[in-house]
């Protein structure tokens, strides 16, 4: 199965799933975040957009970096997923524009 890891909000009870931790070529790096839309995990330039918009909702609020192993509790947490955060992101720019 392995170990997967999150970014979570601890006030409002929301995470971001980064996948298992890969040991490629002599780097440590996560899986990405993975994009119902595609069927697969991403690991390009969606990723860092997506972080971008669910840290500057999040702004101000506790954050944690953790494993599943780590946080029993994150049954409870809901996962906003890579799909919903580019839409939001398009949705802010569209708007600004």
């Known amino acids: 199965m392995g170990t997967y890891y999150y970014l979570s909000c601890q006030q409002c009870g929301q995470y971001v799933h980064f996948g298992k931790m ?18 697969a995990w991403v690991q390009d330039e969606r990723v860092w957009e997506a972080l971008q918009v669910f840290l500057v909702d999040h702004c101000s609020h506790p954050l944690r970096f953790e494993s599943d192993e780590d946080n029993s509790a994150l049954d409870e947490y809901v ?7 580019l839409h939001k992101r398009e949705r802010v720019r569209l708007e600004s524009a």
């Open 22 to 39: 890969l040991h490629t070529q002599g780097r440590t790096t996560l899986q990405g975040m993975y994009s119902e839309t595609t069927q």
């Open 79 to 85: 996962e906003v997923e890579l799909d919903v955060l």
